[in-house]
């Protein structure tokens, strides 16, 4: 039985059951006494026990039939033709379940076709095991459902607590995963600081893991050109882009446009923020970057490079202007309209104003506004690929091909190449130095957004 009609039958008896313990729990309300609970809480605390146990059943099944399915192939007469090799066997094995879930699909083995129909068999049968399975726990649950009915049975306090219960669970499992990956990076980390000193990592200014060959090859993995070119890029000319254009934005957003020019620009502003940022990096790719190399053509520069750090950050600046913006205009339009009136009733100008008043008053905010923004361009990938390119240059010409940590993470931990090799280990270094980075700047960012709320509330 296939997962989709299990789940489908699972609803349709959770639904039937919350309509047959709701109308039984309305039979209360008849008799005399105080009732505990709404027949609606009746049926919900019976919806819990009839899905939530056949949910666990199934899930589990479905966890460990597939050892259960393969054993059973084994068995058969056909798994003595199975090779020796046991990367050839899995192989032989994983192209029979493949075809056993599409027949039309094309076989490279002969073997996999005759194995396909005992794996479709087997399936069937633990399929329809487990189905019978998560049935009898939704029966068993229902009927323990149905027997808690009562006038003084508190239905309502269980949901509830049923639900606190799936919150605390959901906000644990985001916590977790940050833990997870914070520990696989720590770990992995680890592994590649065990061949490569920490100090030659972090302020070592070569950087080819390529040609790390031997027992120095820490000399290769100097991570500093990395930093630069994503400081540079991210921090520097971004922010040259972003800043004026995004704090200009929300000034004539919030002092000089109408309500229904606001209204208008505000959501195509914020737009910006909605777009993949692959189709910044094909912008950045096809447009600027030609554009700016043939400027640096007429300047006098020789052989100037379509990949540039100044192309990928200029758009990143464009990318990044929603950010600044936005918070920049949530900032100015929080500060009390008593601090700016009184500064047009001594006889300001709107302009002395905004500069005298508002902007310092509303610093904390931007700054915050500022913080993310970059925190965000220096996790940028897309538009890095493919328009600033792959070489590690120590070099404040932002007419120069530069990298930045997130381009070197994606073409170390892609191709052919074996997992434990330290070229492929640094990749989890640069992740756990740009993971801290990142932390670091919401924290600040944060703390000033605190700071800001505190003021302002």
């Known amino acids: 039985m296939t997962p989709v009609l299990v789940l489908l039958a699972i609803a349709g008896l959770g639904l039937i059951g919350w309509t047959t313990a709701r109308a039984r729990a309305r039979l209360l309300y008849a008799g005399s006494g105080a009732v505990r609970a709404t027949p609606s809480y009746h049926g919900l605390h019976a919806v819990l026990w009839i899905v939530l146990p056949a949910l666990i059943v199934w899930l589990a099944w479905s966890a460990v039939s597939p050892g259960f399915v393969l054993n059973s192939v084994m068995d058969s007469p056909l798994a003595a033709k199975l090779p020796a090799s046991d990367f050839e066997r899995q192989a032989i094995l994983a192209e029979a379940r493949s075809l056993a879930a599409n ?8 073997l996999a ?10 399936q069937s049968r633990y399929g329809l095991i487990g189905a019978v399975l998560a049935l009898v726990a939704l029966f ?12 003084d049975f508190p239905a309502r306090t269980r949901v509830e607590r049923a639900v606190m219960l799936a919150l605390l669970a959901a906000s644990l499992m985001a916590i977790l995963t940050t833990f997870g990956i914070v520990a696989s990076l720590i770990f992995e980390t680890g592994l590649f600081f065990r061949d490569v000193s920490p100090i030659d990592f972090l302020t070592g200014t070569h950087w080819s893991p ?23 890029i991210g921090a520097i000319i971004a922010m040259i882009v972003a800043i004026p254009l995004g704090l200009m934005s ?5 002092q000089y446009a109408t309500p229904t ?42 052989n100037p490079s379509t990949e540039s750090a100044l192309a990928a950050g200029l758009v990143m600046g464009v990318m990044i202007i929603p950010f600044v913006s936005s918070m920049a205009d949530d900032s100015i339009a929080a500060v009390p309209s008593a601090m700016r009136d009184g500064s047009l009733a001594m006889g300001a100008t709107k302009s002395e104003t905004i500069k005298k008043v508002l902007l310092p008053a509303a610093l904390p905010g931007i700054v915050a506004g500022v913080m993310l923004a970059i925190s965000r361009a220096i996790g940028e990938t897309m538009i890095v690929v493919m328009a600033a390119g792959a070489a590690a240059n120590l070099t404040v010409d932002p007419l ?17 190449q074996e997992f434990d090799s330290p070229k492929t280990l640094s990749a989890f270094a640069l992740g756990l130095v740009l993971f801290i980075v990142t932390l670091i700047l919401n924290i600040v960012a944060l703390r000033v957004v605190k700071r800001f709320r505190e003021a302002y509330d």
């Open 140 to 151: 068993a649950g229902g009927a323990y459902a149905f027997t808690r009915i009562r006038a």
């Open 103 to 110: 027949p039309d699909a094309g076989v490279f083995n002969p």
């Open 113 to 122: 076709s005759e194995l396909a129909e005992p794996i479709r068999e087997a």
């Open 400 to 416: 120069d091909s530069m990298t930045t940590v997130t381009f070197q993470i994606v073409q170390l931990l892609t191709g052919d």
């Open 250 to 254: 929300a000034i004539f957003l919030t």
């Open 210 to 232: 390529g040609n790390a060959r031997g027992e120095d090859i820490g000399g290769n993995f100097g991570a500093i050109p990395l930093f630069w070119g994503t400081l540079y």
């Open 261 to 302: 020019l606001r209204k208008w620009l505000k959501p195509m502003l914020e737009i910006l923020a909605g777009v993949p940022t692959v189709v910044y990096g094909y912008f950045a790719a096809l447009t600027v970057a030609p554009f700016i190399r043939d400027v640096a053509a007429s300047l006098g520069r020789d």
